[in-house]
């Protein structure tokens, strides 16, 4: 069975930096796509990073997130940094069960799904 497990939410000042991690288990991911999701109060899940042969961003988080992974641990990452107010939602991992090669954003695009962390970001 597989399971995606994040963790690192919790409340920080704007400004701040969050580390989120979601770990990995039942599957190896690291010739898969993986990416982190977002959802705040009253809107749609959002895409935020992916990574697949190379790193990609929404551009409302670019150039203050950063994805990475260590296959070794079976972990994806997501280091925040100069978080803002509405940066505030629940982050979700997603693991692509698929080969590809090409940049993948939408819901559809991932079948496996982490449980969501919140990340609360105080002005």
């Known amino acids: 069975q597989v399971q995606l497990v994040e963790s690192g939410g919790g409340l920080v000042q704007a400004g701040g930096s969050l580390r989120l991690s979601c770990a990995a288990s039942?599957?190896?991911?690291?010739?898969?796509?993986m990416a982190w999701f977002r959802q705040a109060p009253g809107k749609e899940r959002e895409f935020v990073a992916g990574l697949n042969w190379n790193a990609y961003y929404a551009d409302s988080v670019k150039g203050r997130f950063t994805i990475s992974r260590d296959n070794a641990k079976n972990t994806v990452y997501l280091q925040m940094s100069s978080l803002k107010p509405e940066d505030t939602a629940v982050y979700y991992c997603?693991?692509?069960?698929?080969?590809?090669?090409?940049?993948?954003?939408?819901?559809?695009?991932?079948?496996?799904w982490g449980q969501g962390t919140q990340g609360t970001v105080s002005s």
């Open positions: 039942g599957r190896t991911f690291s010739n898969y796509a």
């Open positions: 997603a693991g692509r069960g698929r080969p590809g090669s090409r940049r993948y954003t939408g819901d559809i695009d991932y079948e496996y």
